[in-house]
């Protein structure tokens, strides 16, 4: 049965270590298990649409969002009445080396052909992406980014070994993340 709610923390193991600052201690995640739900990706999705709604030369809006078992897959309207398009862009999302994920448009679906039109808007999209702290372009893949998730979470107050893995599966419904640090066994 798919998750119902936006995050389920299933597994956290963390250690505090001195910082030798304010606050005087850290968190330093050495096991986590999360699964995120579909409401979460819809709140996410129409965060992101909004941010980008300013940035586009034709209206976007929400239409559906789903997880799959490699990643998820994401429709908007574009433009309205009659010269609409409703592309359906299917991401893959995977584990990609120590504190990395891997999120890639694989592909892009529309009742007429959009490549030329959603193609740029996504390109611009990415570029954003890595204007972030912790998002780069992958270096062989063009419409894919890397993003180091100790960079993203450190941010937030949580530390990781560098050299823990993050792993990423699904299901429809749910994608399951799990951080395993190689200082501790598997669980």
């Not at 193609?119 to 992406?129: Q, R, V």
């Not at 890397?146 to 960079?151: D, F, G, I």
Request: hydrophobic share 45%.
């Amino acid at each position: 049965m798919p998750l119902t709610t936006d995050v389920l923390i299933q597994e956290l193991a963390f250690d505090t270590v001195p910082t030798g600052g304010t606050p005087a201690l850290a968190l330093k995640v050495q096991r986590l298990t999360a699964t995120l739900g579909d409401p979460w990706l819809e709140k996410m999705c129409r965060l992101g649409l909004a941010a980008a709604a300013g940035k586009s030369p034709v209206g976007i809006s929400y239409v559906a969002s789903r997880f799959l078992p490699d990643g998820a897959e994401l429709t908007f309207k574009a433009g309205e009445g009659f010269m609409s398009l409703s592309p359906t862009l299917r991401l893959e999302v995977a584990g990609e080396g120590a504190g990395q994920v891997r999120i890639k448009v694989a592909e892009i679906r529309s009742a007429m052909p959009v490549e030329k039109i959603v193609g740029p808007f996504l390109d611009k999209l990415i570029d954003s992406l890595c204007a972030r702290p912790g998002v780069q372009r992958h270096p062989t893949e063009p419409r894919a980014v890397l993003v180091s998730m100790n960079t993203m979470l450190q941010a937030r107050g949580l530390t990781f070994s560098e050299d823990a893995l993050w792993m990423v599966s699904g299901q429809p419904g749910e994608l399951t993340i799990q951080l395993q640090s190689k200082d501790l066994p598997p669980s």
